[in-house]
């Protein structure tokens, strides 16, 4: 066993000590940009195997050092940093970037830093122009992409504040992650109010990113009215925890509440939540949930799936007038006035705000009326609550004698809880 040892502790100190050929870069870009638009061969599958092999040894023999870790704190945010990614900066996490380039209409663009893992890139920047910066940011600068080797990560958003004397923007940007082969990377952006594009390029060392803390399956489906959401993977680096599922559900869209319903919750607390995003594919949705990062010590995690969109399905015939209170399986719709008009009958309602009405129509008689459209949508809060009021018009001239609703979309509540184990 101890020979076994000490051949591998000698593998791992040859591979510490590799380094990656010059041209290395340069090389695997021009084969990827290549054309060889030519019909393939059958090959051996060995020779196939063994050029993987190789090119495998190749990649880890280039990015060990990766696991190593040597970073900078990044100065002059203070006043924009907060929580995970000020404690990650007070422990120089950062790469010190300090590029700069000077804008169309004279303003310096400094990249001061940059934070990077799995999950992210984290920018920060400075605008400085000593006549006086643009009103609107968007007039001055705005970030678009990161590109370089196998890289080309999008921006996801950013937060800026502007000095008293409107001379100075210190900012941050979010993009994608970018490739840990990656020695140098140019950020995208458009400037000016013509929007013209402009770019700088700058250095990047793959050794100061941040390594990720948790990667693990988590595999559970959750059924709800109108389908199901399953969360695949979890993958928690220092500056973010994103969860990454599918789900099929045919009415997600009907309601502005997306996942607002799903908290991460750490050691019993919950953590913040950054946002979410949403995919379709040919057979369903893709999404990803993002929290910010987990504490350093972790001694449970659950995924808590608490609200979401639902639906209740209904058979109601509902006597129509004005300032009148119905009651639909506990969820309370007021019908204000009923009028016609030259849209034709507009009928105004009450609702909470986060519910919708489906399958609504009017009867007068034998003839039936669908809904045509729905305007003048108004949120008000009363008491302790939010309600939504609205118009119905409906193609009609006859009077209506009842209002027909067929189910309604609603925020329902699903009180799932799936531990995730931190073991």
């Not at 006043?79 to 804008?103: V, W």
Request: hydrophobic share 35%; glycine share 8%; aromatic share 10%.
């Amino acid at each position: 066993m101890k020979k076994i040892e000490e051949v591998l502790n000698e593998e791992k100190r040859r591979l510490a000590d590799m380094a990656p050929p010059p041209d290395f870069e340069a090389r695997m870009r021009s084969a990827l940009d290549a054309k060889p638009s030519i019909k393939q061969k059958r090959r051996n599958p060995y020779v196939i195997m063994a050029a993987v092999g190789v090119l495998c040894f190749m990649l880890i023999g280039y990015n060990y050092n990766a696991l190593a870790f040597y970073g900078k704190k990044i100065f002059g945010y203070e006043e924009i940093m907060t929580g995970t990614m000020k404690d990650l900066n007070d422990k120089g996490m950062g790469q010190i970037i300090d590029k700069k380039t000077t804008l169309s209409d004279g303003t310096e663009l400094i990249i001061d830093g940059i934070m990077t893992d799995p999950n992210q890139l984290v920018m920060y920047y400075t605008l400085f122009n000593p006549q006086g910066l643009e009103d609107s940011l968007d007039y001055a600068f705005i970030g678009d992409e990161i590109t370089g080797f196998l890289t080309n990560a999008h921006s996801g958003g950013s937060m800026s504040k502007v000095n008293d004397a409107g001379t100075e923007i210190k900012g941050t940007m979010y993009f994608d992650p970018v490739s840990p082969f990656s020695k140098k990377l140019t950020l995208h952006f458009w400037q000016g109010e013509e929007h013209r594009e402009g770019s700088i390029t700058f250095p990047y060392d793959p050794n100061k990113a941040m390594q990720t803390q948790i990667k693990q399956s988590i595999k559970e489906t959750v059924k709800v009215d109108k389908g199901s959401v399953t969360f695949k993977t979890i993958t928690a680096t220092p500056t973010l925890t994103v969860i990454e599922g599918k789900m099929d559900v045919d009415n997600f869209n009907r309601l502005h509440f997306g996942f607002e319903g799903v908290k991460l919750m750490a050691n019993g607390q919950s953590i913040d939540n950054m946002g979410y995003g949403v995919q379709s594919t040919f057979n369903g949705s893709k999404f990803d949930l993002r929290f910010d990062g987990l504490p350093e010590e972790l001694h449970s995690l659950e995924l808590v799936f608490n609200e979401f969109v639902g639906y209740q399905k209904l058979s109601e015939q509902i006597p129509l007038g004005n300032n009148t209170h119905h009651d639909l399986e506990g969820k309370d719709l007021w019908i204000k006035s009923v009028v016609p008009t030259e849209r034709g009958i507009e009928i105004t309602i009450e609702t909470d705000w986060n519910l919708l009405l489906d399958g609504v129509s009017i009867q007068s008689g034998d003839k039936v009326t669908p809904l045509k459209t729905t305007i003048g949508q108004r949120l008000d809060r009363n008491t302790d609550k939010f309600t939504s009021e609205r118009t119905m018009v409906f193609d009609t001239k006859s009077m209506p004698e009842d209002l027909l609703i067929e189910g309604f979309h609603y925020v329902k509540n699903y009180n799932h809880k799936i531990e995730i184990p931190v073991d």
